[in-house]
């Protein structure tokens, strides 16, 4: 599962970097798009090191705020940030008509990177207190 959880979060950096790209070059609603599959895939990147996995991204969304936000391993603003990153994605995909501005774009980016370094700094916490653990039982 460590591979898998390496894996997305890469990923999830890909899709970060795609986004600042797109942001930079003024594709505001594809820098949403990526904004989101960051903060998505980095949340995938913590279930797989559970082992647990959900077709819907609205299960996934659900775990990750049941799991980690109510049980205080984040901090709340980041069930807002994947909240608005969903529906941002969803209405830029799919609302006809629907008009990102930079503003927005970059709001969205911005929390995307925070996101990813929680999410990151997180897992390198847990890495090394599951390393600490497998020394001392040695």
């Keep these: 599962m460590r591979d898998l959880t390496k894996y997305r979060l890469e990923r999830s950096a890909e899709f970060l970097d ?16 990526r904004s989101y599959y ?24 659900s ?3 049941r799991e980690y936000i109510r049980l205080e391993r984040f901090d709340k603003k980041y069930s807002d940030y994947i909240g608005d990153a969903f529906r941002f994605r969803n209405n830029s995909d799919y609302a006809d ?3 990102v501005s930079r503003e927005e774009a970059e709001t969205q980016y911005n929390n995307a990177a925070e996101f990813y370094g929680a999410i990151k ?3 390198e916490n847990l890495g090394n207190a599951t390393e600490k653990i497998s020394s001392a039982d040695t």
């Design 97 to 99: 008509f629907f008009i």
């Design 63 to 65: 775990y990750f705020r």
């Design 18 to 33: 795609e986004s600042k790209m797109l942001l930079e070059n003024g594709s505001f609603k594809g820098s949403i798009n």
């Design 121 to 123: 700094n997180y897992l």
């Design 38 to 61: 960051a903060i998505f895939t980095a949340v995938r990147a913590l279930l797989a090191e559970k082992e647990v996995d959900f077709k819907k991204h609205s299960a996934v969304i």
